[in-house]
């Protein structure tokens, strides 16, 4: 029996290799696109030779290549586009098209096709918020045209382009609203409170920690998003979802989460804090806890443990 085809967009990045990898277990067939503007070939590395995968390295900014299309789409997902801060502010223009132009580009082809459509939303579309834990029907507080604007008005954009493609041409699609997420394969160079101070305190260096270390984040271990992006796939829901784990982590503690694992004699150092660094964030998941039975299963402590592993078996 022929196997349903799936596209994944950003498939060299974290995310979406892992995406990537999972669909291939449940029976895709996978074509996976990547600029390798921040993904990386060796994020395929254990896939890459499945004779059901086949990667293309195309950029989507300027449309869909020809060898993507007269194909039998049944899934379209878009991971594609910078994610870290340090690496959307070094790309502003591509961060905003790929979410943007690339977006439309695929509703496209999902319109000419009847493929389901997933857009990887954020939890930066609620910017700083004033609402905690946030729930999906908070519209957010976005500083349209500060630092990470081009990162969170480009994911608003894509959510919005795609409902205006779901309203008006009746596209089948998923939106699912990611908080930080951690695991193998993320970047080292990244620039992100994981993989910063995991390596710091691999060289016995100093932690950089941000303001006074009181902001919060709620860390996903990546394993428990995929499940979650399969299961709202198979779901009959078209709204975004929050995807995340609520246990929520002031910087300072996610420090002492990493000293518990590395043994570091290197202090802290305090660094200024970013501008329209968000002060708090934690999911509220009752909506995908009731949908899709969904709910992490992963703690911190764990996830760590499972990425420092990967670390450590990988030369950087
Ligand atoms: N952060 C930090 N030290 C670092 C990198 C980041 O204290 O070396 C802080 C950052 O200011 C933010 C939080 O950790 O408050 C999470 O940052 P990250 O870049 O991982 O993700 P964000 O949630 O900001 O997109």
């Not at 082809?109 to 990887?120: E, I, S, V, Y």
Request: with cysteine; aromatic share 12%.
């Amino acid at each position: 029996m022929k196997k349903p085809l799936a596209l994944v967009t950003g498939a060299a990045g974290f995310v979406g290799s892992h995406l990537s990898e999972r669909l291939l277990s449940e029976g895709y067939s996978v074509v996976g696109v990547d600029n390798l503007c921040t993904g990386r070939l060796r994020n395929l590395e254990s896939f890459k030779d499945h004779p059901h995968f086949e990667f293309i390295k195309a950029d989507l900014i300027e449309g869909v290549p020809p060898v993507l299309l007269g194909r039998e789409w049944a899934w379209v997902f878009h991971f594609a586009s910078p994610a870290s801060p340090p690496k959307y502010f070094g790309m502003p223009l591509e961060t905003l098209r790929i979410n943007s132009e690339g977006t439309r580009h695929l509703l496209e082809l999902c319109k000419k096709t009847g493929a389901r459509f997933f857009f990887a939303s954020t939890s930066e579309v609620y910017g700083d918020p004033l609402e905690h834990p946030q729930r999906e029907e908070y519209w957010g507080n976005v500083n349209p045209i500060g630092v990470r604007s081009i990162y969170d008005e480009a994911k608003r954009y894509g959510e919005a382009i795609t409902y205006a493609y779901h309203r008006t041409h009746g596209v089948d699609v998923r939106v699912i609203r990611i908080f930080n997420t951690y695991g193998p394969r993320m970047d080292p160079e990244d620039g992100r409170v994981v993989t910063n101070l995991m390596f710091q305190a691999l060289k016995n260096e100093p932690l950089t920690l941000y303001g006074d270390g009181s902001q919060t984040r709620s860390f996903q271990y990546v394993s428990d998003l995929v499940e979650g992006i399969l299961r709202l796939m198979n779901a009959a829901y078209v709204w975004p979802v929050n995807l995340g784990n609520p246990g929520e982590f002031t910087i300072l503690e996610f420090a002492q989460k990493v000293r518990a694992l590395i043994s570091t004699a290197g202090p802290d150092v305090f660094l200024p804090l970013p501008s329209d660094d968000p002060k708090q964030r934690k999911p509220d998941i009752r909506l995908a806890k009731r949908l899709l039975d969904w709910e992490p299963q992963v703690e911190l402590g764990r996830g760590l443990e499972l990425t420092l592993d990967y670390f450590k078996t990988r030369e950087f």
